[in-house]
């Protein structure tokens, strides 16, 4: 069975950082691309972050550009998000997701079930 | 960047009801539209890909259209466990942008 299991997520005070990482099983991640995908409190959907199946393209929204990193492990079959200099509005629930094709092709057929991230003091 | 807009942004139907929601990209984006079905607390579930390509397992009542800038989802018959909130979002060109929602009620 295809399944993607987050973790990672937490309390973290405004200006920390956090790393998330997103555990796959039942397929082989290299074949896919994979991005993350938030959504704050009571609020849509919110794309954030997307890498290629061999880890060497990557794209990022504007809001998290400069402070999140996203990467792969493909021996370990884990997606990761290192998120730095966190704010208020980086507050989420974050998804990992599993795009249909090798590129970054923006089609998420299969989804994590979250993992929250609150930034507070 | 590509931003979508979805109508309504809520809307209360009955069992059997068809229910049509649309979406609008600010450029043409050919057919890379998708939709998104999602319950409380659950992650998004992908229905329609490519504007009206219909997800493996998902139910013929549920279809797409359209190309270019306009796009609809269409449910032909409501069923119970169909209430939820619901997404378009296109894949034409990163960032990939999702609408602003359409919460699906019960009359």
């Known amino acids: 069975e295809v399944q993607l299991l987050e973790s990672g997520g937490g309390l973290v005070q405004p200006g920390g950082s956090l790393r998330l990482s997103c555990a796959a099983s039942?397929?082989?991640?290299?074949?896919?691309?994979m991005s993350w995908v938030r959504q704050a409190p009571g609020k849509g959907l919110e794309w954030v972050s997307g890498i290629s199946g061999s880890g060497g393209t990557t794209y990022y929204a504007d809001s998290v550009k400069g402070r999140f990193t996203i990467s792969r492990d493909n021996s370990k079959n884990t997606l990761y998000l290192q998120m730095n200099s966190l704010r208020a509005d980086d507050t989420a629930v974050y998804y990992c997701?599993?795009?249909?094709?090798?590129?970054?092709?923006?089609?998420?057929?299969?989804w994590g079930q979250g993992t929250t991230v609150t930034v507070s003091s | 960047d590509i931003q979508m807009t979805q109508s309504p942004s809520s809307l209360s139907a009955s069992v059997g009801d068809r229910v049509t929601i649309t979406c609008r990209a600010n450029q043409s984006i050919s057919s890379h539209s998708n939709w998104f079905q999602q319950k409380p607390g659950k992650a998004p579930k992908l229905l329609i890909y490519a504007a009206s390509s219909l997800q493996s397992g998902v139910p013929s009542r549920f279809s797409g259209s359209g190309s270019g800038t306009d796009f609809t989802l269409t449910i032909s018959s409501l069923q119970p466990e169909d209430f939820a909130t619901y997404y378009c979002q296109h894949s034409y060109i990163a960032p990939y942008s999702f609408g602003q929602g359409t919460n699906l009620e019960i009359k």
């Open positions: 039942g397929f082989t991640l290299s074949s896919y691309a």
């Open positions: 997701a599993q795009d249909r094709f090798r590129g970054v092709q923006g089609v998420f057929d299969v």
